[in-house]
């Protein structure tokens, strides 16, 4: 990255495949901004909780195991990080600043749920309640880490038309091995509906269009 005050956690989440163990142990020899966290496998959220307890900065950016980062995405983020700030939601197609509240119905209407391509600050996301969910949400799992941040938004949101990040989908990826089903829909609605109950937002208009959307699915 050309922003040079970084740190990379890497989180080898019981990899047993293309000696990831071994190479990013080689990284972190090289590069002393470069940390390993070695763990049983645990799925996506416990390694990103695992990955944010591991670091140590005041802004935190996720990257996807499969996907890749233009060279200057932190430095092209981090201004945008100003004091009135808490996250900086990249990715999208326009630019503008949103309250909490304004940027929390947008989210309800199926937009930016991934947690890649954002710059959180740490306040926002290394909570463990933001983390605490079942563990056999394996899909939407991004729309579900976001919305518990939701609670600890206090300053705006910026959303940003930035492009940086290069989102790869593999025949191997779960979301392809991944069959929808009614009941694991309503699953999702039953955490969505008790999470929004907990952030102390007016998501109303958001969650009734959320709602609405899930049942038409269905």
């Given at each position: ?17 293309d000696d ?58 981090v ?30 209407h199926?937009?930016?749920i ?50 940086k ?20 829909d309503?699953?999702?609605m ?10 102390p ?18």
């Open positions: 990255q050309t922003y040079r005050d970084i740190e990379v956690i890497l989180v080898d989440d019981g990899s047993t495949k990831t163990p071994q190479i990013c142990d080689e990284y972190a020899a090289k590069d002393t901004r470069v940390k390993v966290v070695h763990k049983k496998n645990g799925g996506l959220p416990k390694a990103r909780e695992t990955g944010i307890n591991a670091s140590s900065g005041d802004l935190i950016y996720c990257v996807d195991a499969d996907d890749s980062i233009e060279p200057d995405t932190i430095a092209s983020l201004p945008l990080m100003t004091e009135n700030i808490d996250l900086v939601a990249a990715e999208e197609d326009f630019d503008k600043v949103m309250t909490p509240e304004e940027y929390g119905n947008w989210f309800l199926w937009n930016a991934h947690v890649w391509g954002k710059l959180y600050r740490r306040s926002v996301i290394a909570d463990p309640w933001v983390f605490d969910f079942d563990r056999s949400i394996t899909v939407a799992e991004d729309f579900v880490t976001n919305l518990r941040c939701m609670k600890n938004l206090k300053r705006n949101v910026s959303v940003s038309s930035q492009r990040y290069h989102y790869r989908q593999l025949p191997e990826s779960m979301v392809h091995k991944f069959t929808s089903t009614s009941e694991y309503l699953k999702i039953q955490e969505a509906t008790k999470i929004v109950a907990d952030v937002l007016d998501l109303r208009e958001g969650f009734a269009a959320y709602r609405i959307g899930v049942i038409g699915h269905l």
